[in-house]
């Protein structure tokens, strides 16, 4: 009987809430909804009222209209992309991301590098508005970064950080979708859960921009 949900943490809490949303509004099961693989591509009648609250920088699940989720039994990982699963309301608040650990830093760091980066490739400059969102957010994590890294405890760079990735990262998801680098790597987590998605995406980056020259 809740009118709404609160994901707490980072994008997989968020992407939870986003997921139960669906099936607040909807009957069945989760996999019923989803467009890809073995799902079972029934359209979605809305959603329920989600806020986000980031404990994170890197996914823009906070203001993107995307939920990325595992079928463990079908070693699945997909993306459910509809405007219900925008969040009402995102608290991003850097205070909170102080404590995220060194690995997950730099994993989250990376994720939204490539965010930014392949949705300004898939824009083709289409969108001009995207393209600078995404240049920014490539020079600011560019930037930041490497400071974050070396001292997590920085706030100024958890701002910038948090600035790049969860609204200029979901600004740019909320229009373009990545490129197949992101789906690759998706693949590999829903085979390898245990594998940090940021990871994923390192693993085969140099092989697939060398491969796309």
Request: glycine share 10%; aromatic share 8%.
């Amino acid at each position: 009987g809740c009118d709404f949900l609160i994901g707490l943490g980072g994008g997989s809490s968020v992407d939870t809430a986003k997921a139960a949303a669906i099936l607040l509004k909807n009957p069945g099961d989760l996999w019923d909804y989803a467009s890809a693989g073995t799902g079972g591509r029934r359209e979605v009648a809305g959603a329920a009222p989600v806020v986000a609250i980031s404990t994170t920088s890197g996914t823009g699940t906070e203001t993107d209209p995307y939920c990325v989720v595992t079928n463990e039994e079908t070693r699945e990982k997909l993306d459910f992309a509809m405007d219900a699963v925008f969040p009402v309301l995102s608290v991003i608040d850097p205070e909170l991301m102080l404590s995220l650990p060194h690995s997950l830093t730099l994993y989250q760091g990376f994720d939204a590098l490539f965010h930014v980066s392949e949705c300004y490739i898939s824009n083709e400059n289409e969108n001009r508005l995207l393209d600078v969102y995404s240049r920014e957010a490539v020079e600011t994590i560019t930037k930041w970064l490497p400071v974050v890294a070396g001292d997590g405890n920085n706030l100024e760079a958890r701002t910038w950080m948090a600035y790049a990735a969860d609204i200029l990262g979901g600004y740019t998801q909320a229009l373009v979708n990545a490129t197949s680098h992101h789906i690759i790597a998706q693949t590999i987590g829903g085979l390898f859960p245990k594998v940090a998605h940021g990871l994923s995406l390192l693993f085969v980056a140099e092989a697939y921009y060398n491969r796309v020259k």
